[in-house]
């Protein structure tokens, strides 16, 4: 039957999105006429505030650009401008700043998984209706967010904009007594991460099947954080240095946020795409437990994103038990640099998909130019033709209120990097 | 855990930086001095969100400053307590829902501490006021006495 109603559905304004952002929508005819999802970021002017900044100063800066993966951006930061200077990170360092990420991203997914996707999946507008009935499962994020921020405040001073990383290692190495009490907290918190996995893939997930672009590090004997080779599952496998040569950012017209493409085509980076393209990285016992969820990956159901999400939880507990178990003060927790002219490339995984830097420095080491590529960013071109996808397969014929809560849910679970995402849609409806 | 923990909240700029003001105030007060660490604990926090939740755990009363927006005069001393935020009809501090939302879910996962107060001042609409040092100290006086009188309560006990 074909639909001839005629819907327009304008978000104007997402609330409790950083930037602002909105979302248009209009069905014409059973078909989607128009979809623009608009993201401002004001991320990116912080590329014009690091020109003539010391690189001393870049870690703290770009800490800013995020209160929720402020790790993300030092990590890309201090990969790209040590690249600059010559020097290559191992040892404590190397496995420390591992350990930190493993916090962010513990604590980024805890409250995604548990705040923000659960209610949609539980069908509760949202996590306070929720946690009426569900105290246990709110109780369960805010523990594990809290363990995550406990890591990240370990080595970065403070869990929001920590300022613990330096170009080159750390300023601080907490003390052994410090981390024996956190590997047992992250012991504990084993069985209950382990749980978070069969928790989300016993979740009523829609069974969405899409065919889409997956991104993501690799490396070659991990699952990839800070270091790796860029691959797509379409056969892509670059060094980050090469970025450029199939990524192109673009402005579009309804958007003053970036939009990415890879070869002309969106992409999804993410926990799934990270998931989709390194599964094989995660050791064995994360691997008995996904096989024993019944869970496939590659997966091409977008809602599995949740999934992937609690499976990196389980993971960086796992991984930071292992970098800290045999912890030990550093002679020093840095590697001294010395600044030169030059231009570099980070690119690590930040808790929603690779995040892409580039500096140009000059020879007392002050930035000249810088480039910051977020993975929100990235996605947006993919959300965009996820909605169009999702919605349609959900059927257009549906009403305002059942399209507009799918719409969310497919946005949501992409946990793009607006702050509080959930429910962030206000809906105006213009029938003709 | 003391069992009274003072946070102030807020980004540490502008107008939003008054939890962190108040706290800093707190922290040089004589009569509190004494208190910290072992009865009392204050610190400033950024937008803390989610976190609040532990940062409260354990204690017994549990202190949030913040710049307020209810409809009242600039400048005004204004003390919330868990009913006023469940009831608030709108926003009750510059973070939208953040602080509110979070003592909501606190509350319906238990984990609230038996006691909580909001303390701050009222900002009005103008987002560009600014609290003068008579409106701050004002504010020190009644969130010291609160303390004062929750010890002496607790101690009679």
């Known amino acids: ?432 | 855990m003391s069992p009274v923990i003072v946070i102030g909240v807020g980004s540490p700029f502008g107008i939003d930086r008054l939890g962190w003001d108040i706290v800093r105030l707190l922290q040089q007060h004589g009569a509190l001095k004494p208190l910290v660490p072992d009865t009392l604990t204050m610190e400033s926090a950024d937008r803390p969100g989610t976190r609040l939740v532990a940062m409260m755990k354990g204690a017994e009363f549990a202190i949030i400053i913040d710049v307020v927006q209810s409809g009242m005069e600039a400048g005004t001393v204004v003390q919330l307590n868990q009913d006023d935020i469940h009831n608030a009809p709108h926003q009750v501090s510059v973070h939208g829902f953040g602080v509110a939302d979070v003592i909501m879910l606190a509350d319906k996962t238990g984990d609230l501490p038996p006691r909580l107060n909001i303390f701050g001042l009222e900002m009005g609409q103008d987002t560009d006021w600014t609290p003068t040092q008579i409106q701050k100290n004002k504010l020190v006086d009644v969130i010291v006495n609160e303390i004062r009188e929750f010890l002496a309560a607790r101690a009679d006990e």
């Not at chain 1, 370990?154 to 929001?160: Q, W």
């Not at chain 1, 980050?240 to 958007?255: G, K, M, Q, T, W």
């Open chain 1, 1 to 432: 039957m074909t639909d001839s109603r005629e819907v327009h559905i304008n978000v104007p304004v997402m609330a409790r999105v950083e930037g602002g952002g909105a979302l248009a929508l209009t069905i014409r005819d059973g078909r989607i006429d128009m979809l623009k999802l608009q993201i401002f970021e004001p991320p990116r002017l912080f590329e014009k505030f690091l020109e003539e900044r010391n690189y001393e100063e870049v870690p703290d800066i770009v800490a800013r650009i995020c209160g929720i993966c402020p790790v993300a951006y030092q990590m890309s930061a201090v990969h790209a401008l040590e690249s600059v200077f010559g020097i290559s990170i191992d040892g404590w360092v190397r496995d420390m700043r591992r350990v930190l990420y493993c916090g962010e991203w513990i604590e980024s997914h805890a409250l995604h998984i548990h705040l923000l996707a659960a209610p949609d999946f539980l069908g509760f507008p949202n996590a306070i209706a929720m946690a009426e009935q569900h105290a246990d499962i709110v109780r369960r994020g805010l523990r594990l967010q809290a363990l995550g921020n406990r890591l990240m405040h370990l080595f970065g001073g403070r869990s929001v904009h920590p300022v613990g990383v330096r170009v080159g290692g750390f300023h601080h190495a907490p003390s052994p007594e410090e981390v024996a009490t956190v590997v047992h907290e992250l012991r504990a918190a084993l069985p209950e991460a382990e749980a978070l996995v069969y928790w989300t893939a016993s979740l009523d997930l829609p069974d969405d099947e899409q065919s889409f672009t997956c991104v993501a590090l690799r490396h070659p004997g991990e699952y990839p954080m800070n270091e790796g080779r860029l691959v797509s599952s379409g056969g892509l496998d670059i060094d980050i240095e090469n970025f450029d040569s199939h990524f192109a950012e673009l402005h579009v017209r309804h958007s003053t946020a970036l939009h990415a493409l890879l070869d002309g085509r969106p992409y999804l980076v993410g926990p799934l795409a990270r998931i989709n393209l390194n599964c094989d990285r995660l050791p064995e016992s994360v691997r008995r437990v996904i096989a024993a969820t019944g869970v496939r990956f590659p997966s091409g159901n977008m809602f599995h994103s949740v999934i992937a999400r609690a499976v990196e939880v389980f993971y960086a507990l796992l991984e930071a038990i292992r970098l800290l178990e045999n912890y030990a003060l550093p002679k020093r927790p840095f590697v001294p640099v010395t600044p030169r002219a030059g231009s570099g490339t980070g690119c690590t995984e930040a808790p929603r998909g690779i995040l892409w830097h580039r500096y140009t420095l000059n020879g007392e080491g002050f930035i000249q130019s810088a480039r910051i590529v977020p993975p929100t960013s990235q996605n947006q071109a993919r959300i965009e033709e996820d909605l169009r996808v999702s919605l349609e397969s959900y059927g257009l014929d549906r009403n305002e209120q059942e399209l507009r809560l799918r719409g969310e849910t497919v946005i949501r679970n992409y946990d793009p990097c607006i702050s509080c995402s959930t429910h962030f849609l206000r809906i105006r409806v213009d029938r003709q």
